[in-house]
């Protein structure tokens, strides 16, 4: 197969449901655990088709979901200074912080600014060297290479003026986080594909030899997704917990070696807190110490926010597969993405906004 829509094929995605169908002897429970999937898995009734032999678990996999509200709220204050030109991914202008959200900010006068690449934001300041600009870097090892990259380009071009905001968040100890949550109810991980274009497998045989369950790489078209779930459930079935790679097509197992060797040059592993879910030991990333003059936080010293969630959002059970979207109370009524009280309901890899755009007629009345 060549192309995209070649694996979306439905003759050959009702054949491999038949077959999961036909090996699983009971509903195993799996996690996907990138927000990407899980939008996957609903639009195309994944789900729903193989109910009886899987069911999903909807995993923490959404970056702009668990960026912590701190980190959202000292945006908020870097990108309300009027010497500052602050440039995010589009996501993240509509996620809530305690009060508001960067929508808000440029709204009031901020300069906002929405770009496609960390290196567009590095563009920005060289253009504007009366300004400050700062790049909000948030994401999993899939986009923190390319916002490494932005911060040796910003050395490279002599740009004073540019900083980054970083938040990025790694998947190993989220999976660790979620084996030993009390509730956890996982019985195997597919593994986001384009973590691991970069990062290879090798981080996730530990994982299947210290909590038995597999891990399966897999990647996000119909076909992928059930080639995942295939291999899972026959590991299942058969008592064999091991690692495999279902997406070989564009994961080798060594990952991206130049990629990784970015990453380990400007950032350097350290705890992070999860939005909803609290703090990961080893689960984040920040700019090492050779690289501190470009961090963001440093060169705005913004302290004592004091950070409101708000009471009614369950985001957090959401991110942990411990709750549906739709089984949240506020669903679709105090919460839809153009009012969201979560940040999951206005990511584009958000579970709840996954319910809303694919399920929402399905919410009983009252929800
Ligand atoms: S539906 Fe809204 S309030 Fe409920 S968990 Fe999702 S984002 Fe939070």
Request: net charge neutral; hydrophobic share 45%; proline share 7%.
């Amino acid at each position: 197969m060549r192309f995209l829509d070649e694996f979306a094929d439905p003759v050959l995605a009702r054949r491999m449901i038949e077959q999961i169908k036909a090996t699983a002897t009971r509903t195993w429970t799996l996690m996907e655990v990138c927000g990407g999937q899980t939008h996957s898995i609903i639009r195309n009734g994944v789900d729903t088709l193989l109910a009886g032999a899987v069911e999903f678990i909807h995993g923490p996999g959404c970056p702009v979901c668990v960026t912590p509200l701190e980190m959202i709220d000292r945006s908020l204050e870097i990108a309300s200074r009027p010497d500052v030109v602050f440039c995010s991914f589009g996501d993240m202008l509509r996620v809530p912080g305690s009060g508001r959200d960067l929508f808000h900010v440029r709204a009031d006068g901020g300069d906002v600014r929405v770009v496609y690449s960390p290196l567009d934001a590095v563009r920005i300041a060289a253009d504007n060297p009366a300004k400050q600009v700062v790049f909000f870097g948030v994401g999993f090892e899939t986009t923190a290479p390319a916002n490494a990259m932005a911060v040796v380009a910003a050395r490279e071009r002599g740009l004073r003026n540019f900083s980054m905001l970083v938040s990025h968040v790694r998947v190993p100890p989220a999976i660790t986080a979620v084996m030993r949550s009390p509730r956890c109810r996982v019985e195997g991980f597919l593994a986001a594909g384009h973590v691991c274009t970069v990062m290879g497998t090798a981080e996730y045989g530990p994982l299947v030899e210290r909590f038995g369950v597999p891990i399966v790489v897999t990647g996000f078209e119909p076909l992928d997704l059930l080639a995942g779930v295939r291999q899972s459930v026959e590991l299942l079935e058969a008592g064999a917990p091991a690692l495999r790679n279902a997406y070989p097509r564009a994961v080798a197992a060594e990952g991206n070696p130049v990629a990784q060797r970015v990453l380990a040059d400007v950032f350097e592993v350290c705890d992070r807190k999860w939005r909803g879910i609290g703090e990961i030991p080893a689960s984040g990333w920040r700019l090492s110490g050779e690289w501190a003059d470009f961090d963001a936080g440093r060169r705005f010293a913004v302290d004592d926010l004091e950070v409101r969630e708000s009471p009614d959002c369950r985001a957090g059970e959401v991110l942990q597969g411990l709750l549906k979207p739709h089984h949240c109370p506020a669903f679709g009524s105090r919460c839809t993405p153009r009012s969201p009280l979560g940040a999951t309901m206005v990511s584009s890899e958000g579970a709840c906004a996954a319910y809303y755009a694919f399920r929402r007629l399905e919410v009983p009345s009252g929800a």
